[in-house]
């Protein structure tokens, strides 16, 4: 992201945060409203996605039937 980018990034998740019911975080905290979308775009990142995306981490449930 280049300097250029930035300000436009951030007042995209300011009005994200405002849009998801955070408007009074947003008025009175911006920074740490920044700060926390940025912690979890890096924990996000830090996951690794599954090799095959259709392998389910589990079995599919099923409903049981009465014998």
């Known amino acids: 992201m280049t300097e250029q980018d930035e300000p436009v990034a ?3 998740i300011l ?3 405002t849009a998801a019911g955070l408007g009074k975080a947003v008025d ?4 740490d ?3 926390a979308a940025q912690a979890a775009r890096q924990a996000r990142q830090s996951l690794c996605a599954p090799d095959d995306s259709t ?3 589990w079995p599919p449930m099923r409903a ?3 014998p």
């Open 10 to 12: 951030e007042r995209d």
């Open 15 to 17: 009005a994200q945060a």
């Open 28 to 31: 009175e905290f911006p920074q």
């Open 33 to 35: 409203v920044l700060a």
């Open 55 to 57: 392998a389910e981490p």
């Open 64 to 66: 049981s039937t009465p």
